[in-house]
């Protein structure tokens, strides 16, 4: 059945309700004042369909719905139910000055040759930002040499 609304003109409500098409044009009881009251064309209008695959809202304001959420393209590719501006990726935390100089320090030293790694290997300057970030353990420390190759 139809969702048909009416306007009460004694208490100037509007209210909506269900009847048969046939029954439309018919006055209905106000539910407040109980009067009659008369059908009138509808106040708001909403309504979905599907547009490139994705619901879109009408009338259509170029955006897409992802999960019900508005989002401004649609989801190219990644992982299912997942979309970029809705699941946005945590971006790197950013390194604090007292990391920053420490890094500094142990490239100056890598630099003398007086850092190493948790195996006693030498690590070369270029490669202790990238051995940090990996969570691998520097010390200070001279190479040890390995009797079995002299």
Do not use: W
């Not at 599907?50 to 190219?76: C, M, N, Q, W």
């Not at 630099?111 to 202790?128: F, H, I, L, Q, S």
Request: one cysteine or more; aromatic letters at 8%; glycine letters at 8%.
């Amino acid at each position: 059945m139809p969702l048909y609304e009416y306007y009460c003109e004694p208490c100037h409500g509007i209210f909506e309700e269900l009847r048969p098409m046939r029954e439309a044009t018919e006055p209905v009881p106000c539910p407040d004042c109980f009067k009659d009251a008369t059908r009138i064309m509808p106040t708001s209008f909403a309504a979905f369909t599907f547009r490139e695959g994705y619901p879109r809202r009408i009338p259509d304001d170029g955006k897409y719905y992802h999960l019900g959420t508005k989002v401004s393209k649609p989801a190219t590719g990644g992982r299912p139910n997942e979309h970029p501006e809705v699941n946005k990726p945590t971006p790197k935390p950013r390194k604090l000055k007292g990391e920053i100089s420490e890094l500094r320090d142990m490239q100056q030293a890598a630099a003398k040759g007086d850092v190493v790694d948790n195996y006693g290997n030498t690590v070369r300057p270029r490669e202790v930002a990238k051995m940090k970030d990996e969570g691998r353990i520097l010390k200070k420390g001279t190479a040890r040499s390995d009797p079995s190759l002299g």
